[in-house]
């Protein structure tokens, strides 16, 4: 089985490169569905472009594609010289099977069919230089994760999930089906981790709280933050404009633009991402309302 896992094409031959102009690739992964992987995918999308990186985000849950309506974007994309032009919001170059497929349409695909169209989009999508292409991966340790690990190479990859022991269970599985194709392991992140309400102030967690903190010390990979569970954080993602833009000085966009700085100090940052995105602030005359 150890075949399955090289990254290299036949008679050993050194794969080929289907994103040239793109310097770190990040899967967002998660062991199980329904723990927000997609919502933090656009917003740490849209925390790194707000640093002034070039960012992608792609859409790899071919089977259940949300990313266009998360970050506001229903204009499917352009071609130019049989390329994919990709779709642009809030900074961040977008593609998804959502664009491409009726709303109404489920997709009835097996392996192959699945590996041809993740292969086409990266070669056949012009990508250009960027900064960050993170992948919004579909729940569990299926075609597509193996897949991916084999045709281009991965920073590394963050798993998302909820505090309560069940979902923590899945996190072990698919850290551990990272590790067998040698994918580099960037951190957990804790969402949906407690609930502050918006009249008293108490904290509640609802889920219970740490799960993914003593997870990330058990397993020995690094604990990236915590996400609030609140009202405001949905209804970005219902309305296609992520927290991190919607309203950039709340905790809750905080949150997110934390765990992207972490990232980049971990990735080292490279053209023009890097810089402060609390200092970038500061630029930000007036925060993005849905009124």
Known sequence: MADEHTHTGPQGQARENLIPGVTHVIAISSGKGGVGKSTVAANLACAL???????GLLDADLYGPNIPMMMGSTAGPEQKDGKIVPVENHGVKLISMAFLVPEDTPLVWRGPMVHQYLQAFFRDVLWGELDYLLLDLPPGTGDVQLS???MVPLAGAITVTTPQEVALYDVRKG?????KVNVPLLGIIENMSFFV???CGERTDIFSHGGGERA???LGVPFLGSIPIDPAIRDGG???????????ASPQAAAFRNIAQKLIATLGGSGKGGASIDSLLKKIKQPFTNH
Do not use: N, W, Y
């Not at 219902?238 to 950039?248: E, M």
């Open 49 to 55: 472009a707000l640093t002034g990186a070039r960012v």
């Open 148 to 150: 991916i690990s084999q």
């Open 175 to 179: 850290i551990a089906m990272f590790q």
């Open 197 to 199: 309400c918006g009249h």
């Open 216 to 218: 990330a010390e058990k």
């Open 238 to 248: 219902d309305t296609g404009h992520p927290i991190v833009v919607a309203d950039p």
